[in-house]
């Protein structure tokens, strides 16, 4: 019996990290091109082991923005967050692109305090609630962006301009026109610079009605591009991360900055 508890303790040692590793995180737009006079859009957001099917965690919504194409800020409408997903409205009352982002900055802190380790969750601006007498102290500070594109009418390209914050997208091919069996082409930036040599995974949705995961790995050029052939319509899901000691928080001593954007595909 000791023995098959310790075998089934260990089974689950080596599976935590899988999983964990499985977990996505994405927002998912009810259509990513529309038309009309008066057009909405609904967009699910969650984390999942299996993308864009909600079993796992809700997104959080601290830190999401729209910008319309005229690059003001847009107000979101019946937002909520339920057992298992986010989910917001966004009226698109001017033609052209949108960009709807879920980004942020976090730091991850462990310390010791009489002698009792510690450990610490929160933005910058509560950095103060770390005590004075703390000792050991490491932080680690995180950036993330989580972006979808939606376009009434023609597409247009002025929320496509990066912040220069944090790793982020800037498409060559718009977000908004892509087709199967077509290459497009996107550039990654690292705090508005080039992000060379680092890998993009893609990942098409529906992966719970697959036996394999059908993903594919793409690293970016000297000039922070890379090139995606899409195989089939559909919604994809593109990530892709970098660790640094380039911290924009002076008391942290390592970066981690990751980007996510959900991408549809049309047939031809």
């Known amino acids: 019996?000791?023995?098959?508890?310790?075998?089934?303790?260990?089974?689950?040692?080596?599976?935590?990290?899988?999983?964990?590793?499985?977990?996505?995180?994405w927002m998912l737009p009810s259509a990513t091109v529309l038309s009309g006079k008066d057009p909405w859009v609904t967009v699910d957001a969650a984390v999942s082991n299996d993308l864009f099917y909600f079993e796992h965690f809700p997104l959080q919504l601290d830190?999401?923005?729209?910008?319309?194409?005229?690059?003001?800020?847009?107000?979101?409408?019946?937002?909520?967050?339920?057992?298992?997903?986010?989910?917001?409205?966004?009226?698109?009352?001017?033609?052209?692109?949108?960009?709807?982002?879920?980004?942020?900055?976090?730091l991850f802190a462990s310390y010791k305090l009489d002698g009792q380790p510690k450990r610490w969750r929160g933005t910058p601006e509560k950095l103060s609630e770390i005590p004075a007498a703390a000792t050991d102290l490491k932080i680690r500070h995180s950036q993330r962006r989580l972006e979808v594109f939606v376009?009434?009418?023609?597409?247009?390209?002025?929320?496509?301009?990066?912040?220069?914050?944090?790793?982020?997208?800037?498409?060559?091919?718009?977000?908004?026109?892509?087709?199967?069996?077509e290459l497009a082409r996107f550039t990654l930036l690292l705090d508005g610079k080039p992000a060379s040599g680092i890998e993009v995974e893609v990942v098409p949705g529906g992966n719970r009605y697959r036996t394999k995961l059908n993903d594919?790995?793409?690293?970016?050029?000297?000039?922070?591009?890379?090139?995606?052939?899409?195989?089939?319509?559909g919604m994809y899901w593109l990530s892709a991360?970098?660790?640094?000691?380039?911290?924009?928080?002076?008391?942290?001593?390592?970066?981690?900055?990751?980007?996510?954007?959900?991408?549809?595909?049309?047939?031809?």
């Open 1 to 25: 019996m000791h023995k098959k508890i310790a075998a089934l303790a260990l089974a689950l040692t080596v599976a935590l990290p899988l999983t964990a590793e499985a977990h996505r995180a």
């Open 63 to 106: 830190g999401l923005a729209v910008m319309a194409p005229d690059g003001s800020p847009v107000k979101t409408e019946n937002a909520s967050t339920g057992r298992y997903r986010s989910t917001f409205d966004v009226h698109l009352t001017q033609p052209g692109t949108y960009k709807m982002a879920v980004a942020g900055d976090n």
């Open 151 to 181: 376009t009434a009418g023609k597409p247009s390209d002025g929320v496509l301009t990066p912040t220069g914050k944090g790793l982020e997208l800037v498409p060559v091919t718009h977000p908004n026109d892509l087709f199967a069996g």
């Open 216 to 233: 594919m790995t793409v690293k970016t050029d000297d000039k922070g591009g890379f090139a995606v052939t899409w195989p089939e319509p």
């Open 241 to 268: 991360d970098v660790t640094d000691k380039n911290p924009s928080v002076p008391q942290a001593s390592e970066r981690t900055a990751s980007y996510t954007v959900t991408l549809e595909v049309l047939p031809q």
